[in-house]
């Protein structure tokens, strides 16, 4: 599966900005899906996450509230409103292969073994 991440940018403090993830002429409906950022000199972290089935999310505390995880059969997205400059960094999608009905999600690098290319989110103050 090649992911590939679009739509970041520049932004102020305080804007929104929503990202997507796909792959061309594939389905995502098989997978649990989720949302890393990696800011420069630290390790990639865990943004958002949601089940293959029914659309069980999670999310780290620095962005509940602000953030939304969603999906179709296509595509993943993250919109990501009140924006802050701690919320800089490259965001990457990645999926895990995931059993019919199955509602469990993955916050962990390591759960997932497919990543796509990350887009950079830059916030300024």
């Known amino acids: 599966v090649q992911l590939q991440a679009f739509g970041g940018g520049l932004v102020q403090a305080g804007d929104s900005l929503r990202l997507s993830c796909g792959t061309s002429?594939?389905?995502?409906?098989?997978?649990?899906i989720g949302w890393f950022r990696q800011a420069p000199g630290k390790d990639r972290e865990f943004v958002a996450a949601?089940?293959?089935?029914?659309?069980l999310t999670s999310y780290t505390d620095s962005v509940k509230g602000r953030f939304t995880i969603s999906r179709d059969d296509a595509m993943v997205y993250l919109q990501m409103n009140n924006l802050r400059p701690e919320d800089t960094a490259v965001y990457f999608c990645?999926?895990?292969?995931?059993?019919?009905?199955?509602?469990?999600?993955?916050?962990?690098?390591?759960?997932?073994?497919?990543w796509g290319q990350g887009t950079q989110v830059t916030v300024s103050s």
């Open positions: 002429g594939r389905s995502l409906s098989d997978y649990a």
């Open positions: 990645a999926v895990k292969p995931a059993i019919k009905g199955s509602v469990r999600y993955y916050v962990s690098v390591y759960d997932y073994a497919n």
């Open positions: 949601t089940s293959r089935s029914r659309g």
